[in-house]
Structure formats: C-alpha cells, structure tokens
C-alpha cells in the first residue's frame, strides 16, 4: 500500500485549497478512503470518508467546508477545502479504509496512512 499525499501549503484565512493522494498497491476502485488530521500534541481527528460507491462521511464538525471525492481512473481522492480557518492548520493524512472511532477518538486498527501534508492557515 502506498498512499501520497500533496497539495498542503501555506493560505491565508479564508482561502481554499485542494489537498491529493495518490493510491496504489490496492485495489483503489473498491476501497473506503478517508482523510484524518492531526496538530501537534493533539488527537487524530477525522475529516470525511468517502466510500466505493462515492458516499461521503464527514463529522458534524467538518460539515459545511470540506469535500471529499474521488477519480477511479486516476486512483486518486481529493479533499477540496474551503473558508479555510487558523484552526485547520494541521498535518492533513489520507487514509486506506473508512472513518472508524473507537471510544471516541480515531480508531486505526487496520488503517494504512500516507506521510501526510502540512496545512497552515495563517495572515
């Protein structure tokens, strides 16, 4: 499994950004994808799952301003971030498998992650 992140950088507050990871050593097309982040002396948090069929999860907290998708042909998902907030700078890590918790924090058994990409919203 090998999962590559790109896209992250620096924005300013209320920029968007469009965040790629590109999949392989899997069957992608059949494959639950999810995005996660994670600040510094913080908990991994989910950001949104998108499924085989193209249905998409987000937490309540992540409604509103993100998007996730996905290009079969290109063995690709995305994660189209909008609005963008101070508080969303993190490292943003793309993950092969769905959105699970485990007494309410990101549950990572069977989960692979990608090296992840930096985020940082800032004037």
């Known amino acids: 499994v090998r999962l590559v992140e790109s896209g992250g950088g620096l924005v300013q507050p209320g920029g968007s950004l469009r965040l790629s990871c590109a999949a392989s050593?899997?069957?992608?097309?059949?494959?639950?994808m999810s995005w996660a982040r994670q600040v510094p002396a913080k908990k991994r948090e989910w950001v949104s799952g998108i499924y085989s069929d193209s249905s998409t999860y987000y937490p309540d907290s992540m409604k509103g301003r993100f998007t996730v998708s996905r290009d079969n042909a290109k063995n690709t998902v995305y994660l189209q971030m909008n609005n963008l907030k101070p508080e969303d700078t993190a490292i943003y890590y793309c993950?092969?498998?769905?959105?699970?918790?485990?007494?309410?924090?990101?549950?990572?058994?069977?989960?692979?992650w990608g090296q992840g990409t930096q985020v940082t919203v800032s004037s």
């Open positions: 993950a092969l498998g769905p959105p699970q918790y485990c007494f309410g924090s990101v549950c990572e058994d069977g989960i692979s």
């Open positions: 050593g899997f069957t992608f097309s059949t494959s639950a």
